[in-house]
């Protein structure tokens, strides 16, 4: 599940994507708090021998709080910025500069019983910037390299050219409906159109390498290619 900051800022988001079994790499604003690595919230206390309810909710103090991870990012040693490059661009390969370290997410933990579990950090620093200028959020594997985190992070940007060109040439945003079954149907619609224009295209784009690369069309919309195409012929269409 890919988010830019304005969803993966939402705490409650991005834990309801875990409850349901998906993993994430969203973007986050440079104030959402972190825990730095190695740390975590504080224990609950240990029940005394008194009366009441024994503690059950973790603790910080002054001296042991989360920090931005723009905080955590200007304090991470120099040696944590590698150069990555994760596509080719119109005129040379994108290319910037990343860190990526293990967290826990922070948000009114104190209000839990249970820390919640060790994610990716990832942020990145062009050189050129004075500070860092995107951060991530990420529950994919720990064992992932660096590289493996930017190249999911930045497919972003060809889910929102995807998005676009659904719009402007399948007419996706063309919808005048008021019910989100007449909706659905619009938008599963647009999207199979565009998954059979995608897979047209995969035999003529240059990074197919001279059509090497064919995308199978599922069964069902086979059948319904072959089922239009008998019916045409049968009409004296052509």
């Not at 830019?4 to 969203?26: K, N, P, V, W």
């Not at 063309?174 to 224009?197: K, N, P, S």
Request: hydrophobic share 35%; proline share 7%.
């Amino acid at each position: 599940m890919l988010a830019d900051s304005a969803y993966g800022s939402d705490t409650q988001f991005r834990e309801g994507i875990t409850e349901l079994g998906l993993l994430y790499m969203m973007g986050v604003k440079s104030s959402v708090s972190v825990w730095e690595p190695g740390q975590g919230p504080l224990p609950k206390l240990a029940a005394g021998k008194g009366p009441g309810r024994p503690p059950k909710l973790l603790r910080r103090h002054e001296h042991h709080a989360p920090v931005s991870v723009k905080d955590l990012a200007l304090a991470l040693p120099a040696q944590t910025w590698k150069n990555v490059s994760w596509r080719e661009g119109t005129r040379h390969k994108l290319r910037s500069r990343f860190a990526a370290v293990r967290v826990r997410a922070a948000h009114r933990d104190y209000k839990r019983s249970e820390p919640r579990p060790e994610e990716w950090l990832l942020i990145e620093w062009p050189r050129e910037e004075k500070e860092p200028t995107k951060y991530w959020l990420s529950t994919l594997p720990a064992r992932r390299k660096l590289r493996d985190l930017v190249r999911v992070a930045k497919h972003r940007w060809i889910v929102e050219r995807d998005y676009e060109e659904l719009k402007q040439e399948l007419g996706l945003d063309h919808f005048e409906g008021r019910g989100w079954r007449g909706f659905h149907h619009h938008a599963t619609l647009c999207i199979a159109a565009y998954g059979f224009l995608v897979a047209e295209r995969s035999r003529f784009f240059p990074s197919a390498r001279a059509g090497r690369l064919v995308l199978p069309l599922p069964k069902m919309l086979q059948d319904s290619v072959c089922h239009s195409a008998l019916r045409s012929n049968s009409s004296g269409d052509r």
